[in-house]
C-alpha cells in the first residue's frame, strides 16, 4: 500500500520545536462527564467552578402564632418566643423538602427558610451544569449519615473547598435551608462547610440491589432533567460490574454482560480499577447532557462472573449522527428523540468503513469515514463530513514517531483515498459534542483490515 511522506518534515520540525520547549496544542476538547461526573460527563469530566446565580426563594407562610395576652397590662405576662427549630435528620428533612413541591417554580425548583444544621459524611459530587435562571446552584453534594443521604446545593465559593476530596471518609458540619430540585430533596448551604479533621461517622449506607443497567435505565428514563439535559435520580444503588476501558481519568466504562455504563468519579477514579475484573459498584444513577451514567460512591471485589460483551447490530457514521437531543424539550416527540440518543451510550456496535484523521494545530487525530476520504485539514471540516472523532488516547494529538508507531490506525490514515481498505471494529458512543461532533470509544482489540 503506497504510504505519504509528506509528513516526514513535519514531522522533524515537530521534534526540533518539542526539544526547544514549545508545547503543542491540546487535541479537539472533549466534553467530559464531570459532573461533574459526568463527567464530561465527569465523565461522568470535572465541573467548571464559576456561579453567578443566586437560589430562588420560595417563602412558605408563617406558622408562628401570636401569643394571646391579657386585657390589662398591669397583669399580663411577657409574651414566650418559640424557640427556633432547626433540624438535623436527613429522613425529616427529606419529608419536608417535599412539602415544597406545591411551591416549585417553572424551573421545577423552590426553596425555604426552615433551617438546617447536621454532621455528615461527603459522599461524590455532582455538577447540575446550566446557564438559565430559576435553579439553586450548579455544584451540589451527596452527603450521608446514620439517618438517611441527601444532596447539598453551594456555590462556586463553597465548592471550591470540598472538590478536592479523596476516597477516605471526610466529615463536615453543614448548614442551610431546606430545598427541592427536580423533584429531588435538597440543603441550600447558607454559609461554607466546615470540615471536621479526624472524625469518623459509622453508619451502614442504605443501598438497593440492581441487576441489570437496562433496569436502571427504565428509572432514568423518567427522570427529570434541567435545561442542559442534566439530572440524578438521588437512590443510592449497588451492582455487579466488569471494568471494560478507561475513558477519562474520572470516567470509566464498565459492563453487566449485555449493556454498557459510563462509571463517574470525581477524580482518577480509573486508577484504582483492573482491567476485565469484576466490582460490586455503588452509585447514584443520572443523565449528564442526556448521556446516562452511574455516579461513583465506592466498590469491592465482586465474585460475580460477567460474561463478553455480544455484539452484532452494526452503524454508520451516517447513522450515528441521525441522532442528537433536544435541549430543552417540549413535546412527547423531543423526549422520544432524546431517550433514543440517551440509548446509544449502553450499547456497543459493529463499524465498517474507512480510517481517516484530522489536523489541529500540528497534531494528527483519527477519525472514521463510511467511505474512503482525503484527510481533514481542520475538525471542522472533518464535522461538515460527518466523520467520527476517536477517543482513544492512543488516536488522539499524534506527532512524534513512536506515538505513530503505537497507533493501530495509522496505516490505514495515511494511506491515499484510492488505496485504502475497509476496516471493522466494535465500539460505543463517547459523547456528541455541543460542537455537534460525535466522539467515539474503540475496542482496539477487535479493530481488523479487510483483505
Not at 444544621?117 to 459530587?125: G, K, V
Not at 449522527?321 to 423531543?334: H, I, L, N, T
Request: charged fraction near 20%.
Amino acid at each position: 500500500m503506497k504510504k505519504r511522506n509528506l509528513f516526514l518534515p513535519l514531522l522533524l520540525t515537530l521534534v526540533v520545536s518539542c526539544t526547544n520547549g514549545t508545547n503543542s496544542e491540546s487535541s479537539l476538547p472533549s466534553e467530559t462527564t464531570s459532573q461533574g461526573a459526568n463527567t464530561s460527563e465527569n465523565s461522568p469530566t470535572s465541573g467548571a467552578q464559576s456561579d453567578s446565580e443566586s437560589p430562588v426563594t420560595s417563602e412558605p407562610p408563617s406558622t408562628s402564632e401570636t401569643p394571646v395576652t391579657s386585657e390589662n397590662p398591669s397583669t399580663s405576662e411577657p409574651p414566650s418566643s418559640e424557640p427556633e427549630i432547626i433540624l438535623n435528620d436527613i429522613a425529616e428533612i427529606r419529608q419536608v423538602a417535599r412539602t415544597l413541591a406545591s411551591q416549585v417554580n417553572e424551573r421545577m425548583v423552590a426553596t425555604s427558610n426552615h433551617k438546617v444544621e447536621l454532621r455528615a459524611q461527603l459522599l461524590n459530587l455532582q455538577d447540575y451544569v446550566t446557564s438559565q435562571n430559576g435553579y439553586t446552584y450548579r455544584n451540589k453534594a451527596l452527603i450521608a449519615n446514620e439517618t438517611g443521604y441527601i444532596l447539598v446545593s453551594m456555590d462556586a465559593n463553597a465548592y471550591s473547598l470540598i472538590k478536592g476530596y479523596v476516597a477516605e471518609q471526610q466529615i463536615y458540619d453543614f448548614k442551610g435551608t431546606i430545598s427541592l430540585y427536580n423533584g429531588e430533596p435538597e440543603i441550600t448551604l447558607s454559609q461554607k462547610a466546615t470540615y471536621i479533621a479526624g472524625a469518623t461517622l459509622n453508619y451502614n449506607l442504605p443501598s438497593i440491589d440492581e441487576t441489570s443497567i437496562s433496569n436502571v435505565f427504565d428509572e432514568l428514563k423518567e427522570t427529570p432533567t434541567n435545561s442542559k439535559g442534566i439530572g440524578y435520580k438521588v437512590e443510592v444503588k449497588t451492582m455487579p460490574l466488569k471494568y471494560v476501558m478507561k475513558l477519562e481519568n474520572s470516567l470509566g466504562l464498565f459492563s453487566d454482560g449485555t449493556n454498557l455504563i459510563q462509571v463517574y468519579g470525581h477524580d482518577k477514579v480509573t486508577n484504582g480499577w483492573s482491567l476485565n475484573s469484576v466490582y460490586n459498584i455503588t452509585f447514584v444513577p443520572g443523565l449528564f447532557i442526556y448521556k446516562p451514567t452511574f455516579n461513583y460512591i465506592s466498590h469491592a471485589s465482586s465474585d460475580v462472573e460477567i460474561g463478553v460483551l455480544e455484539v452484532s447490530e452494526t452503524m454508520s457514521a451516517t447513522e450515528l449522527y441521525g441522532y442528537d437531543y433536544v435541549q430543552e424539550p417540549k413535546f412527547a416527540s423531543d423526549k422520544t428523540q432524546n431517550l433514543a440518543y440517551a440509548e446509544l451510550f449502553i450499547n456497543a456496535f459493529v463499524f465498517e468503513g474507512y480510517v481517516n484523521f484530522y489536523q489541529k494545530g500540528g497534531d494528527f487525530n483519527i477519525s472514521f469515514d463510511d467511505t474512503a476520504k482525503d484527510y481533514y485539514t481542520s475538525y471542522t471540516s472533518a464535522t461538515q463530513a460527518k466523520s467520527l472523532f476517536i477517543n482513544n488516547e492512543s488516536g488522539l494529538t499524534l506527532y512524534t514517531q513512536t506515538h505513530f508507531n503505537n497507533c493501530v490506525f495509522w496505516d490505514e490514515a495515511n494511506a491515499y483515498p484510492e488505496e485504502k481498505s475497509m476496516v471493522e471494529f466494535i465500539f460505543t458512543p463517547y459523547l456528541r459534542n455541543t460542537n455537534k461532533y460525535f466522539q467515539i470509544q474503540v475496542f482496539e482489540e477487535t479493530y481488523q483490515v479487510r483483505a
